[in-house]
């Protein structure tokens, strides 16, 4: 909607009719209030289609109507106090269109498009829509330390595509679409409408490596969108700083910290001093942005011989399980 037409709403009391769902042969207007647009939105929908999807409608419009029910264009009108009217065309996408479920379900900014939808589908119960978008989000985020290595591979490959240039046809499919983490601010919003307490310390995590400077892929891939801020609230702030302070001292105490004790390595490798800086690479990395599930060792771990190689390995491994479970106790 353009300016001038925001005003002259405004200005005349008009609301105006939604370009999707103004259907004429509805038999129910809904109006809303559009937060974006500065007015409020009409609706004409079918009683029926609402009735067979929430049980809160089912029991509203069961009701008879009294004989000076407020009408418009010849329908009961309803007022729907509260709702935002870009959230309710986003429930009737859904609602009203079952072919378009799959693309936002699949879609990357998932989270931000059904965001609103499942604010809509808790207060007038439609659990379908809920418990789709809290399969998506378990989906969405690994949750043990393998998931996290395999995505850091892949995310660490795009990287490497992008910077290179042209994919090798050999080895890449650039039809393939890019795996990548939801957007983290939306993704909390989400999954605390949907009450999905896992998501919550995984996306915090995510959220945390991204604040001290850009993501790698933000300047390559549309895919990667940089977080909506200004929509976390303000204890959430305190929680990413006080993680932050966390972590650190978990790493300060860890029972392998300083390393685990080293035998000298005969093999000629500089092994002791490598364990030494990977650790130091670890403590730097937590006191940052809490950033040790990313690290990739291989370059590092090529100076080892295969024995230290293979203990370093299950001693980092045995680190990284330890981080995520205490992940909850470091976001709480």
């Not at 709403?9 to 207007?29: A, C, H, Q």
């Not at 559009?34 to 089912?58: G, P, Q, W, Y």
């Not at 264009?73 to 009737?92: H, K, S, T």
């Not at 996306?203 to 892929?217: I, K, S």
């Amino acid at each position: 909607m353009t300016v001038g037409i925001r005003l002259l709403y405004r200005r005349y009391g008009l609301r105006p009719r939604d370009s999707d769902f103004y259907i004429e042969d509805g038999n129910i207007v809904l109006v809303a209030d559009s937060e974006k647009d500065n007015c409020a939105v009409l609706f004409r929908l079918h009683k029926s289609i609402l009735m067979k999807h929430s049980t809160v409608f089912a029991d509203m419009f069961s009701m008879p109507s009294p004989p000076n029910v407020e009408k418009y264009d010849d329908v009961p009108l309803v007022r729907m106090a509260g709702d935002d009217a870009d959230a309710l065309r986003d429930f009737m996408k859904l609602l009203y269109n079952p072919e378009c479920i799959s693309t936002i379900f699949n879609a990357n900014d998932f989270t931000t498009k059904l965001l609103g939808p499942c604010k809509m589908a808790r207060k007038y119960q439609v659990d379908w829509i809920r418990n789709m978008a809290v399969e998506c989000l378990q989906n969405s985020w690994p949750s043990t330390v393998l998931g996290w290595r395999e995505f850091a591979e892949e995310e660490n490959a795009q990287v490497m595509r992008a910077i290179q240039g042209d994919p090798d046809p050999r080895w890449d499919d650039p039809t393939s679409p890019p795996r990548v983490l939801p957007e983290p601010v939306s993704s909390i919003l989400l999954a605390r409408e949907c009450d999905v307490t896992a998501v919550l310390p995984l996306a915090f995590l995510d959220l945390l490596q991204r604040l001290p400077e850009p993501h790698p892929m933000d300047q390559y891939d549309e895919y990667y969108k940089k977080a909506d801020l200004n929509l976390l609230p303000a204890d959430d702030w305190r929680r990413l700083f006080r993680a932050r302070e966390r972590m650190a001292a978990w790493f300060r105490y860890y029972p392998s910290s300083p390393p685990y004790d080293l035998r000298p390595c005969l093999s000629g490798k500089s092994c002791e001093a490598t364990v030494h800086r990977i650790w130091l690479k670890f403590g730097n990395q937590l006191g940052v942005c809490g950033d040790i599930l990313r690290i990739s060792l291989e370059h590092e771990m090529e100076k080892m011989c295969a024995a230290c190689k293979s203990r370093l390995e299950a001693e980092v491994g045995t680190l990284q399980g330890e981080f995520l479970r205490e992940l909850p106790n470091f976001f709480c």
